[in-house]
């Protein structure tokens, strides 16, 4: 996350210093684009940190899944012994052994510790 902060920051001084460059806009218009650009920036932290956000959340989920606990998905109680988790599409999924579960694809997002 860092990285996006600090490659947000530094588009940003770039583009003040552009603006400020360039001697066809007037004051206000430059004022206008850098609080636009001040809001952009603003706007990219604010997913970023919302995105860090839920990603810790579904590591702690998945850290749970694997050592066993129970988690509540829908109207199902996911534990390792009638699913697994598949990463690259961060779902559950049912296993074929258990008839009550089996073809069910549930996404992390819509779990909870029980």
Same mark, same amino acid.
């Given at each position: ?7 947000? #920051? *530094? /588009? ?7 603006? /400020?460059?360039?001697? @066809? =806009? @007037?004051?206000?218009?430059? #004022?206008?684009?850098?609080? =636009?650009?001040? =809001? *952009?920036? /603003? ?8 995105? %860090? ?7 702690? *989920?998945? @850290? =749970? ?5 129970? *988690?509540? $998905? ?21 296993? %074929?052994?258990? @008839? %009550? ?9 819509? $779990?909870?510790?029980?």
């Amino acid at each position: 996350m860092i990285r996006v902060i600090i490659f947000t #920051i *530094l /588009a940003l001084v770039l583009i003040a210093f552009i603006i /400020a460059r360039i001697e @066809s =806009l @007037s004051k206000n218009t430059k #004022i206008i684009i850098c609080v =636009l650009c001040t =809001l *952009l920036v /603003a706007g990219v932290i604010i997913y970023q940190l919302s995105v %860090d956000k839920r990603s810790d959340i579904n590591r702690e *989920l998945v @850290s =749970l899944f694997g050592r066993g606990e129970k *988690l509540v $998905c829908k109207k199902y109680e996911v534990d390792n012994t009638k699913f697994n988790y598949v990463g690259g599409t961060k779902v559950f999924v049912g296993l %074929d052994n258990f @008839s %009550d579960v089996k073809g069910v694809v549930i996404p992390i997002e819509e $779990c909870r510790l029980k």
